[in-house]
């Protein structure tokens, strides 16, 4: 049973524009979520992270929402660039900056962005 | 080194034969994670070092994994008589004790191909 849940499997975009990613979750336990990057033959690469005392994030082009009530969470970015072509990991975790906690990731959306 | 550093990058190995895999994280990083990615999916925890303390081994598929970090630097993951299923991209990350915050950094996983 997945705990977190990335229902688009890919997403194009033009250059420009907003890219929107969304991802679910199950357990109430989580309460603090990561996004990962990661290009083909390559690890994964943080891109940005909420906890649940938050609602928004936002690092330079990048933001992520977080809807608790909804155990929804989304990143958009804004303008999107060829270079943000990759696949996008969301991931979580149940317990707030502790050594140790596992997370928990979704199967991944593949966001290209075409010029 | 700068980064995690994970070998070999490819490895074929025939079903039944033993494999070992290769992580060097960070300088100084505390914690140690093995993950697995299998083709399509998110990466899948493994198993968890604190130093040299294997403290949470419950991803482990099966007792066919074994991972060790004798000296709380370099870990080796090691797949007995291995099987098709067993064919992923395994993946090695490393934290400070508490950077929860900023995630783990990955390394390029090493792509294990059961034949």
């Known amino acids: 049973d997945q705990q977190v849940k990335q229902n688009s499997p890919s997403l194009s975009v033009q250059e420009g524009r907003i890219s929107i990613l969304n991802c679910d979750y199950t357990?109430?336990?989580?309460?603090?979520f990561l996004w990962y990057k990661k290009y083909p033959a390559e690890g994964p690469t943080f891109l940005i992270s909420i906890s649940s005392i938050k609602d928004k994030n936002e690092d330079g082009r990048f933001t992520v929402f977080l809807n608790k009530s909804a155990k929804h969470l989304s990143l958009h970015i804004v303008p999107s660039q060829p270079g943000d072509s990759a696949v996008y990991f969301c991931a979580a975790s149940p317990v707030l900056n502790q050594a140790g906690t596992a997370l928990i990731f979704g199967k991944g959306t593949t966001l290209s962005v075409s010029s | 080194g700068a980064g995690v550093s994970q070998s070999p990058r490819y490895k074929v190995a025939k079903r039944g034969q033993d494999v070992a895999l290769r992580c060097d994280p960070i300088?100084?990083?505390?914690?140690l994670f093995w993950y697995q990615q299998a083709l399509g999916q998110g990466p899948e925890f493994l198993t968890y070092?604190?130093?040299?303390?294997?403290?949470?081994k419950s991803g482990l598929p099966s007792d066919r994994f074994f991972a060790e970090r004798p000296e709380g630097s370099v870990s080796t993951l090691k797949i007995q008589r291995t099987q098709q299923e067993d064919s992923a991209v395994y993946l090695c990350?490393?934290?400070?004790?508490?950077?929860?915050?900023?995630?783990?950094?990955f390394g390029s996983g090493t792509r294990l191909t059961v034949v």
């Open positions: 990350a490393s934290s400070l004790a508490r950077a929860g915050y900023y995630g783990y950094t």
């Open positions: 357990n109430s336990m989580f309460d603090y």
């Open positions: 070092f604190q130093n040299e303390a294997q403290l949470d």
């Open positions: 300088s100084g990083h505390v914690s």
